[in-house]
């Protein structure tokens, strides 16, 4: 597997974390209206499940920018809702052309994914005698944890960031490792051409 496509795999799995996050609080939220009485409230109701999906579309407003600024990876560890706008910008920016199209439909593959996991993991939840809609929202905290570290610590920077940066060789270092060849010359070329 090319180093592309590994790339391209890791980073989608914050779209499975945010497809996981988004089925959860669909799901537990039926145990939260029980322990705080809510049922006759539908309207704090859509507030709780809509809570992660508005703090999502605020921060994406800006998240364009700020990834100019401070790199996709780095960002994108910090916020499962970026994930949604930052992991298909990161794997257009790091796959080669011939691929780039089918390795763009894993954040959705991912994503959906997720969503299965998340209802499966509920509906094991849901046989207890005690379901715990704490606990079906707190296990998410531990793959995020795993994909903070492996968005910040080991996943490249973009190559194109890198060059809009000014960082020529890390960009070409990045760009060999990627593509698994010494010889970049011609996409380095294109990727300054592009960005002048």
């Known amino acids: 597997m090319s180093g592309a496509v590994l790339v391209a795999v890791a980073a989608a799995v914050g779209n499975l974390l945010q497809g996981w996050d988004n089925a959860t609080i669909a799901a537990s939220v039926l145990y939260i209206k029980r322990e705080f009485k809510l ?13 992660s999906l508005i ?3 605020l921060v994406t407003t800006c998240s364009g920018a700020v990834a100019d600024w401070i790199g996709r990876p780095l960002l994108d560890g910090l916020g499962i809702g970026l994930a949604v706008t930052l992991v298909p910008l990161y794997i257009s920016e790091t796959a080669p052309p011939e691929i780039r199209g089918s390795l763009n439909t894993l954040p959705q593959f991912t994503g959906s994914g997720g969503m299965f996991l998340s209802y499966c993991m509920v509906f094991g939840m849901s046989l207890t005698e005690a379901p715990s809609w704490r606990l079906m929202l707190g296990v998410l905290s531990i793959p995020s944890l795993f994909y ?3 968005t910040v610590f080991f996943l490249p920077e973009s190559p194109r960031w890198l ?3 000014g960082h020529m060789l890390e960009a070409k270092k ?9 010889d970049v010359s011609g996409e380095m070329a294109l990727l300054v051409e592009v960005l002048k």
């Open 39 to 51: 049922e006759s409230q539908p309207a704090v109701e859509g507030l709780i499940v809509a809570m």
């Open 55 to 57: 703090g999502a579309t």
């Open 148 to 150: 903070f570290a492996l």
């Open 163 to 165: 060059v809009s940066k």
């Open 174 to 182: 990045v760009l060999q490792r990627l593509r698994g060849r010494e």
